[in-house]
């Protein structure tokens, strides 16, 4: 037994020191430092978005105990990610895992750099949160968040970054987004500076559907049109109130979130048509979808 714990001992070690190769401090505000990890090898480096309170004198404490200046590229406080640009290179690059490779149950390591050394504490995999037309991917863990470990990795007794540790994205429970959102995030504010996000103009609540319209179409639910904003792309579509969206172009709508699923950065500007129920009847209304400022 004790040669068993020693080996799983010796392996969680050794994928700290894997890992660690990758991980930095971050100031970016007036208390305790947070962590990061590389993105690429000539100085991204992917954050959470609540530890950078400040988006200038930004300073990155590397992996070899050099600090060095960094830029704010963008933030995105939904996934709670915000991408710098740190003035240095040669930087390693881990190994990210993809949500295929975790499974609840697996052992998990919080990683940390708040300070000169490296800091870990050990959890399982709890639950996980895939939402794959949302781009939404988390895995929640049991894992203690010491001050300074949000925007560091959750680690795999592989070494592989399973995602980035948040710990404002849900208030008592410890999350991290998983690469694929870490992706989506990080390409949109390369590109953009920020994340672009579809605009319809309406307000929403979720209804129940007719019972003949929800067995047709195959759903129970649909989201409500409370208000339609002056001058939007609802309103040019000729969308009122007491209408109930039940799909945008191929996007099933059931409520506000598969609404805003289906109001991606990749549909803006696109014609599309948003299938509602009026009056009892089905209806489908042609609508340009605009870009939320």
Do not use: C
């Not at 020191?17 to 100085?43: E, F, H, N, Q, Y």
């Not at 590397?62 to 990610?81: F, Q, Y």
């Not at 990795?153 to 959102?181: C, D, E, F, H, W």
Request: aromatic share 2%; no cysteine; proline share 5%.
């Amino acid at each position: 037994m004790a040669d068993v714990l020693q080996t799983l001992s010796d392996a969680m070690a050794g994928a700290v020191d894997k890992a660690g190769a990758s991980i930095v401090t971050v100031a970016a505000r007036r208390r305790l430092p947070a962590s990061g990890v590389v993105w690429s090898s000539d100085g991204l480096i992917v954050t959470s978005h609540h530890v950078v309170e400040t988006e200038d004198k930004i300073r990155i404490g590397l992996p070899n105990g050099e600090t060095v200046n960094a830029t704010l590229v963008g933030r995105d406080p939904n996934s709670d990610i915000a991408v710098l640009r740190a003035e240095a290179n040669g930087l390693i690059v881990p190994v990210w895992a993809e949500p295929a490779d975790v499974r609840v149950g697996h052992l998990a390591l919080a990683v940390g750099r708040p300070g000169d050394d490296l800091q870990a504490t050990l959890g399982v995999v709890s639950a996980l949160s895939h939402h794959a037309n949302e781009n939404k991917y988390f895995v929640q863990t049991d894992v203690v968040m010491y001050p300074g470990f949000s925007g560091g990795p959750l680690v795999g007794v592989n070494g592989q970054v399973i995602g980035i540790n948040s710990s404002a994205l849900m208030r008592g429970v410890s999350l991290a987004v998983q690469t694929p959102t870490i992706r989506h995030v990080a390409e949109n504010l390369l590109k953009h500076g920020r994340m672009r996000r579809g605009y319809l103009g309406v307000g929403v609540q979720p209804a129940r559907l007719p019972a003949a319209v929800a067995e047709s179409l195959g759903q129970k639910t649909g989201a409500l049109i409370v208000s339609v904003e002056g001058d939007s792309p609802a309103e040019k579509a000729g969308l009122f109130l007491g209408d109930t969206i039940v799909a945008l172009g191929s996007s099933p709508v059931e409520d506000m979130e598969g609404l805003l699923a289906a109001l991606s950065g990749s549909s803006i500007g696109t014609a599309t048509s948003a299938k509602i129920v009026r009056g009892g009847q089905v209806h489908d209304l042609p609508v340009t979808i605009g870009e939320r400022s």
